[in-house]
T-cell receptor
Framework: GAVVSQHPSWVICKSGTSVKIECRSL??????MFWYRQFPKQSLMLMAT?????????EQGVEKDKFLINHASLTLSTLTVTSAHPEDSSFYIC?????????????FGEGSRLTVL | QKEVEQDPGPLSVPEGAIVSLNCTYS??????FMWYRQYSRKGPELLMY????GNKEDGRFTAQVDKSSKYISLFIRDSQPSDSATYLC???????????FGTGTRLQVTL
């Protein structure tokens, strides 16, 4: 299957700092990528849809100024958690589809675990 | 009522057993049905992908979709300890771009 890579896989930061997570599609181009958040033993919660060359679309209840998304190229989307607080600690996962978003054939990155102290 | 219902488990079975994982849904517009496997602290991995009703087999895995009952299943034959993971069902309408996930079922295959 297609490969989606995330970096870093694990990050610890102090409260008040900002953290950037990268999501790359390694063997295909993706005009759209998705960012999810997952709490322990819970399912994935879609945070936002990242669109190459335009603004991201955020789900209801997700603060766009808190979670900055940039999709500057067809293979890279970044999620920046600004002024992170302990409640932002979570598992963040991105996904992309080589077949287009309507196909449902999404491939996920390995996830990035954020711990805010 | 959630759009997709999935028993969270945990489900514990002995090695070699046949495992049946299920999801029900309420949105009749769903056309694409996926099963993902997620190991602890890892991203989900696409296992099976099915369009509309019917069966699909891949090795020890069989996915079934019954649109009339709004019910999908994933069967795992000859289950192995390495199958121990959380299995998430996911669905998509023909026009939407966002997957709707079940809560995931945690499976434990014991020796």
């Amino acid at each position: 299957g297609a490969v989606v890579s995330q970096h870093p896989s694990w990050v610890i930061c102090k409260s008040g700092t900002s953290v950037k997570i990268e999501c790359r599609s390694l063997d295909f181009q993706a005009t759209t990528m998705f960012w999810y958040r997952q709490f322990p033993k819970q399912s994935l919660m879609l945070m936002a849809t990242s669109n190459e060359g335009s603004k991201a679309t955020y789900e209801q209840g997700v603060e766009k100024d808190k979670f900055l998304i940039n999709h500057a190229s067809l293979t890279l989307s970044t999620l920046t958690v600004t002024s992170a607080h302990p409640e932002d600690s979570s598992f963040y996962i991105c996904s992309a589809s080589p077949s287009g978003v309507g196909s449902g054939e999404l491939f996920f990155g390995e996830g990035s675990r954020l711990t805010v102290l | 009522q959630k759009e997709v219902e999935q028993d969270p488990g945990p489900l514990s079975v002995p090695e070699g057993a046949i495992v049946s994982l299920n999801c029900t849904y309420s949105n009749s517009a769903f056309q694409y049905f996926m099963w993902y496997r997620q190991y602890s602290r890892k991203g989900p991995e696409l296992l099976m992908y099915t369009y509309s009703s019917g069966n699909k087999e891949d090795g020890r895995f069989t996915a079934q979709v019954d649109k009339s009952s709004k019910y999908i299943s994933l069967f795992i034959r000859d289950s192995q300890p390495s199958d121990s993971a959380t299995y998430l069902c996911a669905m998509l309408t023909g026009t939407a771009s966002k997957l709707t996930f079940g809560t995931g079922t945690r499976l434990q295959v014991t020796l």
